[in-house]
């Protein structure tokens, strides 16, 4: 029996919260939304602790477990974990837990509620706040889960077999680098590292000349599995926390220098970005679709298939991403759109790549990260990251009123934003994921 | 200027402890080494805590902590922070700390101290002993240092290129999994996973059929380097903590179907052991010898070089690996060697891995594991890894005194050892990091 969330009575279009902002037609936040995310007030030395968003407000999860108004039960126990700096605690409790923190939360912002008067002190405004990586993150794997993506960069570098035999079999995935996760509005600088000029025999040392994004789904882990038990597919949902934005920026010329034969590295691990907000499946339930796989696609093996992949494995989560050159900041100009796609394109459910990755017996622990890869559509605006907008780095791309791209230059923000949207449901998203590109550190690599 | 330790009063040879079990002329923990870890009293409820090993003891620094002994100061303060369940702590304090605590205990142990009365009610057999990973690791990285190993693995793939370009330009690594690491003495479950059978066009899934041993070495980080800010290399060896044995579990068909283009996955991540005592590089002062390199081979890029890779780049730790399978155990055999090596051979150093490591700005936290890559030495007979000495699985091994391997079966026992011995050194060792085979899941993959 799949486990894949039906709705409930937290996502009912018509209910409305006496947080007003909240209510708006399209605002990211409505009362069937409540993403959790870490915050403090901007500029404070207070702890950083586990937020709501409501509108244009933060229901402060540590305030609210000071007041003691949950009283105790599974709710109040949530809402104590939560109080933290990271939500690793919560995340722990497991479905049963979570649920019960949703409805709780969902009854005290109701419009109406006999809460109002013990939640309303717990506002703080999102404009007051800054973040935080909202968990301890002990491991972070990176997926590969769009065709679109993995054929378009697949054609690159073998144009007669863009896809490796593998790729309809599983969902790839490989290792990433944790300790380099920063929250959205963190800079970095541009990395340095080795690459091998064109038609050069020896590689040099120097700042990457091909700074890329990646626009990702970031999966959190809830519970996890012990060590040697796979998580089975008619599961794996539960295990999941919630799912945020991702960027996993990329220096294309280091990569293609040092991939050969472990895969990517330093060109990963300079940084990577997630969005402060993580959405819930509950949330995320009336976008539920189909997955799409075409006829002559192979029938998954049994650990990842399910009666769930077919009927509603994927998920219609609209992804957009954005750039502002520094030119066009300086002339108030907006970010421009440089794509629009959905992820449920994917080839491989949530689901997948949580049943694959535990099929070894691999544990998964409370806090883990697990990014989608970067999500493409089958049209060409619909690609999620520079190489593929730009034809493998041949073809600029104009930006603002002025200028070109073919990859990032020092300046640029980058900024995602997601959403979901059907009629007879109510909008939510994602917020936004913004970072800034530095420049290079000027002593290349020499201090300490 | 490079920072390679010098040896120093804490590696005279001449020096004997008052615990006589240190002073056997064969013992891998004589005063000269002092390697920590984390224990306990096997089957006790309290909580695991530092320890230095001694001899066949183990001097107890939550104990030695309580005491007061210490007073105050660095090695007093090193100390506490030893006296918890992981060494974070501890590594985070840095290389002047760690002297002071090498010196403090050094001379605590030392015959005629006028400390033993303090330190003697701190000891604890290791015969009483259970471990635990010693450090809270918040990413692993596994390296490719040894050509040999390199060469022989990339030969079965690529017979006319077996290395890549890039091989003797960059220390090759890749992200592994770090909630998968366990510690000596911990057994595993054969792995379930994909492959594709020879001659098939379709995957299977089920248990490895290829399971594979590979003898590293463990290097721990201790303070770490801020996001954005590279480690130049000669400062590299001050951000080491101490070095222990690694072994990457492999599953070679699990292994051969998924790692294009993006690495080694699921075929490493089900388990990593590591043993549990960490040698500090001062104690390994005495066992510096030159970095082996060709006359042919490039130099090293900028960031990669320095004085110290010519002169002492290296570590001469020897290391071999030993098979004792379900039947020789049960007929009272010892295990069989399957090879032995030496450290000496790598292509690459500890320094140079760091810098690379950190060269684009990734950030080192304390408590990272490197894992070095498997060992080989030149000769076939020092091959790291039953893939390698069973010629890519053609050529069984004879084992005990009737039976064959080709890979590992169930109830396989593996060993690893590593030392240091030369004329006008105190011999210091390792200690063992065993691990055993245990048959798959029977459910294959339907548990949750």
Chains 1, 2 share one sequence.
Not at 23 to 35: E, S, T
Not at 285 to 304: C, W
Not at 366 to 371: I, V
Not at 384 to 411: A, C, H, M, N, Y
Request: proline share 8%.
């Amino acid at each position: 029996m799949s486990e894949r969330l039906p709705t409930d009575v937290t996502n009912d279009p018509h209910c409305t919260s006496w947080v007003s902002s909240a209510n708006r037609a399209h605002g990211d936040f409505p009362i069937q939304n409540l993403p959790i995310g870490v915050f403090r007030r901007r500029g404070s030395s207070a702890a950083f602790r586990g937020g709501i968003a409501i509108g244009d407000q933060i229901l402060d999860l540590g305030a609210l477990a000071a007041s003691g108004v949950m009283g105790g039960g599974d709710a109040a126990a949530a809402v104590n974990a939560a109080a933290r700096p990271t939500l690793n605690e919560l995340m722990r409790l497991g479905p049963q837990s979570l649920s019960a923190l949703r409805r709780a939360l969902f009854e005290g912002l109701l419009e109406g509620s006999a809460q109002r008067a013990a939640f309303q002190p717990c506002l703080v405004a999102q404009s007051e706040a800054e973040y935080s990586v909202p968990a301890q993150i002990g491991d972070f794997t990176d997926f590969y889960s769009s065709i679109h993506h993995a054929t378009a960069v697949g054609r690159l570098f073998r144009p007669d077999s863009p896809l490796t035999p593998n790729y309809k079999w599983m969902p790839i995935g490989y290792h990433g680098r944790s300790s380099s996760i920063v929250v959205s509005g963190q800079s970095f600088h541009r990395p340095v590292g080795q690459r091998l000029p064109p038609g050069q025999q020896q590689p040099v040392v120097g700042p990457s000349a091909r700074l890329d994004y990646e626009l990702e789904l970031g999966v959190f882990i809830g519970n996890g599995n012990p060590l040697g038990c796979p998580i089975p597919i008619a599961r794996a949902e539960s295990h999941v926390f919630g799912i945020c934005l991702l960027n996993d920026w990329s220096a294309r010329d280091i990569q293609a220098w040092e991939y050969q034969p472990l895969g990517p590295f330093l060109a990963k691990n300079f940084a990577t970005s997630v969005s402060p907000w993580v959405v819930s499946l509950q949330a995320l339930a009336p976008f539920r679709v189909p997955l799409a796989r075409g006829p002559h696609d192979p029938e998954p093996l049994g650990y990842l298939a399910g009666e769930s992949n077919a009927v509603a494995g994927a998920m219609d989560i609209r992804l957009e991403a954005l750039l502002q050159t520094a030119t066009m900041q300086a002339r108030d100009e907006p970010p421009q759109r440089l794509s629009c796609t959905s992820f449920r394109h994917s080839y491989w459910t949530v689901a997948q790549l949580v049943a694959h990755h535990t099929i070894n017996g691999c544990n998964l622990c409370a806090g883990d990260l697990l990014g989608t890869g970067t999500q493409s559509g089958p049209a060409p605006d619909e690609a999620g990251s520079l190489l593929e907008l730009s034809l493998g780095g041949k073809q600029p791309i104009r930006v603002g009123s002025t200028e070109e791209r073919v990859f990032l230059q020092d300046g640029d923000t980058v900024i995602f934003r997601a959403w979901c949207a059907k009629p007879g449901a109510a909008r939510i998203g994602f917020g936004e994921l913004r970072g800034q590109v530095l420049p290079a550190e000027s002593n290349g690599g020499r201090r300490g």
